[in-house]
């Protein structure tokens, strides 16, 4: 013979709901028939309840939605609950400096972390430290990110510097100032979108990571029309696979986008197209 059906968990919810409906509309009526029966009132007809019988129905219901509701308890129970574990990493983990700039994750799955005092990466059980002695040659790193090919791109006030699996390198000739956390952004595998001075620049660069062209992204005629692009303080690049990148530049009290974020003339967005949110 084959087993009942086991109910499901919105017809248990609707279930509860129609008992407490049905039991509050008979409690309303077991009142009205204690009125209508004073002494005062007419005899009640036949076709309606007495109230002894609507006593009744209001056990019965109450016994229902007792029941409906140990059904819902067991089904609460049985549900997977979502455990959320937090740990805290310190100085005996090797994390030296607790003031975190900026995270990000490389192709092989490691944790870098940005400090006040130099990059650390995650190894699963201890942290890292890179600095001086790895080619970092100041301590407070600003921004870190890692591109699709496996380069770690490093930030710091007076440097941009670049992994290349062995140290960090100078990511160009001159130096790229990276004044906060949101400065760098992965625009794709060849292109980085860098705030270097409250302008925006676009870093291009071979499979290594060896810097091949580094232009400001807007040219000063489209700056002349929006002069708050002269003032950059933040870049992110949002990527989506239908719609491409859409790429977000904070620039003080006004934020601005554009599409695709990829540039077919040096210093010329593609679409042309800059968004301004914010008042003037």
Request: aromatic share 10%.
């Amino acid at each position: 013979m084959a087993a009942p059906p086991v109910p499901q968990l919105e017809d248990l919810f609707f279930a509860a709901r129609k008992n407490c409906s049905q039991l509050l509309f008979c409690r309303y009526r077991l009142k009205r028939t204690a009125q209508r029966t004073s002494p005062e009132s007419p005899k009640p007809s036949g076709r309606r309840l007495t109230r002894d019988g609507l006593r009744t129905k209001v056990r019965l219901l109450r016994l229902g939605s007792i029941r409906v509701f140990a059904c819902l308890l067991g089904f609460s129970a049985a549900l997977p609950a979502q455990q959320y574990v937090f740990r805290a990493y310190r100085h005996a983990e090797g994390l030296k400096n607790l003031s975190v700039n900026a995270l990000t994750r490389d192709r092989e799955g490691f944790l870098w972390v940005a400090t006040e005092n130099g990059v650390y990466r995650f190894l699963g059980s201890r942290f890292e430290q890179f600095g001086r002695e790895q080619g970092i040659l100041e301590p407070d790193v600003q921004d870190v990110v890692a591109d699709s090919t496996g380069t770690v791109w490093v930030g710091t006030s007076e440097n941009l510097y670049r992994w290349d699996g062995q140290r960090f390198l100078a990511a160009g000739r001159d130096p790229i100032h990276i004044m906060g956390p949101q400065s760098v952004a992965i625009e794709d595998a060849r292109h980085l979108l860098v705030v270097d001075k409250g302008w925006l620049y676009r870093l291009e660069h071979d499979d290594s990571g060896r810097m091949l062209s580094y232009l400001p992204v807007f040219p000063l005629r489209l700056v002349a029309v929006h002069p708050d692009l002269s003032h950059v303080h933040n870049v992110n690049v949002v990527n989506k696979r239908t719609s491409g990148s859409r790429v977000w530049i904070g620039c003080g009290k006004k934020l601005y986008t554009w599409l695709d974020g990829v540039v077919d003339n040096p210093g010329t967005p593609r679409d042309g197209a800059v968004t301004e949110w914010g008042g003037r």
